[in-house]
């Protein structure tokens, strides 16, 4: 009976963290795996996240202590004790020479600034790191929290749930706002005193100055709320003439203003 050939089996998921010689010795190992498979070194970026030259230069290496040792130390250094050090730190995040040297010095470092300042230069150019995710902006926090959960993208969703993990009040505040939004969206304005008097019973400032505001004209809230008609589509009108209005201020006379809100109105501007 003729034995089936196996195809072999591809390399592990490269780890993203931990040592930093842990990691060289896994990308050495999968870019090699891959080469053996007559696979191209662009096709090996692809496949395992990594840059094009960190693939070639894992690819010319003969080993990974070819890396680690020979290409890193050479000579004896005074930096070579504190070297494990730099490399877990810059494997977990901390890329900048300043505060990497205040580290080593205090273990001890007696070297100068510009050494340090060498080496990490190296290991940002043998193995760079990924980008920093960009921050959320406040417009962006706000959207997130007003907008209905199903509506979210997977990302998204995950980025406000650590946004309110960091922040116990904003977390409080999404849930009041959310419980709004299902006021407006059903008309349960006859829930509306309930949801006042949660509000209330809670440490949120900002909420209350709203809870303020919807007391002095009480009923209109409540009609709004539970009724179907409504002044919405006027308001949508008058904010539509004030913005053309801003617009045409200081640039034409009055007829053009008067054109431009007519077909407005036809929704054709």
Known sequence: MEEQEVEPLSPPPLRTTGRLSDRVREQHAAVH??????????????????????????AH???????????????????????????????????????????????????????????????????????????ASVRGGTSWLTRHPDRLT????????????????????????????????NRKGRDLDQWITSVQADDLPALHTFVTGLGQDHDAAVAGLSLRCGSGAVEGHNN????????????????LLRKRVLLAARGRS
């Not at 539509?240 to 007829?255: E, P, T, V, Y």
């Open 33 to 58: 795996t891959l080469l053996n498979k007559g696979v191209g070194l662009r096709a090996i970026g692809r496949e395992l996240g990594l840059a094009r030259n960190t693939v070639r230069r894992l």
């Open 61 to 135: 290496a003969a080993s990974a202590d070819e890396l680690l040792v020979g290409r890193w130390t050479g000579r004896t250094s005074i930096l070579d004790p504190h070297k494990p050090h730099l490399h877990q730190r810059w494997a977990e995040g901390c890329t900048i020479a300043r505060r990497l040297l205040e580290e080593v010095r205090e273990r001890g470092y007696t070297g100068g600034e510009r050494v340090v300042k060498k080496y990490v230069a190296r290991l940002r150019k043998a193995f760079p790191l990924d980008p920093p995710r960009k921050a």
């Open 154 to 185: 997977d990302d998204q969703a995950q980025r406000l749930k650590e946004i309110l993990a960091r922040c116990p009040s904003l977390g409080r505040t999404a849930g009041h706002v959310r419980a709004f939004a299902e006021l407006m969206n």
């Open 240 to 255: 539509k003439i004030k913005m053309l209005k801003r617009q045409m201020f200081g640039r034409a006379n009055f007829d």
